[in-house]
């Protein structure tokens, strides 16, 4: 089997299980996911604009940025990274531009969605999705890109649930996995019901979105694999409990303690000192 990262990728999508995939934002929270034992990961766009430039997810974040982002990422880990491609920034053209580079820079899979540009998060009011017929033509450019030589897998995601409707929303996974797309992204289901029908009515895997107070059901990941999606994605775990652990950190500064978390020695085993020492020693002697 080949090392490639969208092999890899594949190859976990053919075991019988639910594959559990904590998000990232950058190359230390990359490292912790695969530190942790989990198989895979993804590059959240939420998080990387809250962290990266302190920014809602409201389209502000360029595909240059979240390029830049994403080779950082997927230099830190082993793992195979997911990455979301947003709209494809731009028209179909564009589309199979961000395929191309996301694979240059080392994805397993990109993801590309249905909603207006600039889009903004799946969980929040006031969505808009393009027409079915745009949604299918940036799903077959990012597919057409694929095929024609970029290694990476295409996620194609529909926001259509929310302004249209669950038949709209069925519909147009239906689609996009007639088009060729590797994994579909139902975006914010309202219930098990829902969620159950989607899992059933299209034949390629299906991801599952879990985020606290958002539109779906938080489910256990025991449920999720009966109700047949292969991938469950927690988007902002990382990203607010980091921002939790800062916040209480600068709680306790400004009180005059010192917070007393992860020991100095722990935080440079973890970015890796160590292996650095061992390849310094290497080339010194």
């Known amino acids: 089997m080949s090392n490639a990262p969208a092999s890899r990728l594949r190859a976990l999508l ?9 998000c990232c934002y950058d190359a230390l929270s990359a490292k912790l996911i695969e530190q942790a034992g989990f198989a895979l990961t993804f590059m959240s766009g939420f998080a990387v604009a809250a962290a990266r430039l302190g920014l809602p997810d409201t389209g502000l974040i360029s595909y240059g940025e979240m390029l830049d982002q994403g080779r950082a990422i997927c230099a830190a880990t082993t793992l195979p990274v997911l990455g979301d491609g947003d709209t494809g920034y731009g028209n179909a053209v564009n589309v199979k531009r961000t395929v191309r580079g996301y694979g240059q820079a080392g994805f397993a899979c990109v993801m590309i969605e249905d909603q207006v540009s600039p889009k903004r998060c799946g969980h929040i009011s006031g ?9 299918c033509r940036r799903i077959e450019a990012a597919v057409d890109a694929r095929n024609e030589g970029a290694d990476i897998l ?3 995601r529909t926001d259509a649930r929310g302004p249209l409707g669950l038949d709209e929303a069925l519909g147009r996974c239906r689609d996009f996995a007639d088009i060729g797309a590797d994994i579909i992204f ?7 019901a829902e969620m159950a029908r989607f899992c059933s009515e299209i034949k390629v895997p299906c991801m599952a979105n879990m985020i606290q107070d958002g539109q779906t059901p938080l489910l256990p990941p025991a449920r999720l694999a009966e109700l047949g999606f292969k991938i469950a994605a ?8 980091a921002t939790e652990a800062m916040q209480k950190s600068l709680i306790s500064l400004a009180a005059g303690h010192y917070p007393h978390h992860i020991s100095f020695s722990s935080l440079k085993d973890i970015i890796g000192f160590p292996e650095y020492y061992r390849e310094d020693k290497r080339y010194s002697s």
């Open 14 to 22: 053919a075991e019988p299980r639910l594959l559990v995939m904590p």
């Open 127 to 135: 969505k808009q999705v393009v027409d079915r017929a745009e949604a």
């Open 154 to 156: 295409i996620m194609a």
């Open 186 to 192: 139902p975006e914010a289901p309202l219930n098990q």
């Open 234 to 241: 927690y988007p902002l775990t990382l990203l607010s409990a």
